[in-house]
């Protein structure tokens, strides 16, 4: 991670070599990998019609002691991933709004 945006801030660069900044919003175990779940970094600028507006799904491995993320290229992997995270945010929502009752 790039430690200059305080470490939650990461840079890729596509397959033509154009870099984005992704800020890194939590990971999850599933089904035995490990994903990184992301957000551009400055969505505050972005229009919500922008294919690239919303959040990114990465597998996240590592090689010779480096952190390197993988693209999650079949549709039905990503669907179910973003099922998981989904019923795993309302959860944490749920829980949360009954401890402040």
């Known amino acids: 991670m790039n ?3 305080g470490g939650d ?5 596509d397959e033509d070599g154009n870099e984005f900044d992704l800020e890194l919003l939590d990971t999850i175990e599933f089904e035995g ?3 990184c779940v992301f957000v551009p970094a400055d969505i505050e600028n972005m229009d919500v019609n922008d294919p690239d507006y919303g959040l990114i799904f990465l597998k996240s491995r590592e090689e010779n002691g480096e952190e ?7 549709d039905d992997e990503l669907d179910k ?3 998981y995270y989904m019923q795993e945010v309302f959860a944490d ?3 949360t709004a009954d401890t402040e009752e």
């Open 33 to 35: 990998q490990t994903y």
């Open 81 to 83: 991933v973003y099922d």
């Open 68 to 74: 390197l993320f993988d693209s999650v290229d079949d």
């Open 3 to 5: 430690e200059d945006f």
């Open 9 to 13: 801030i990461i840079t890729i660069s």
């Open 93 to 95: 929502e749920d829980e």
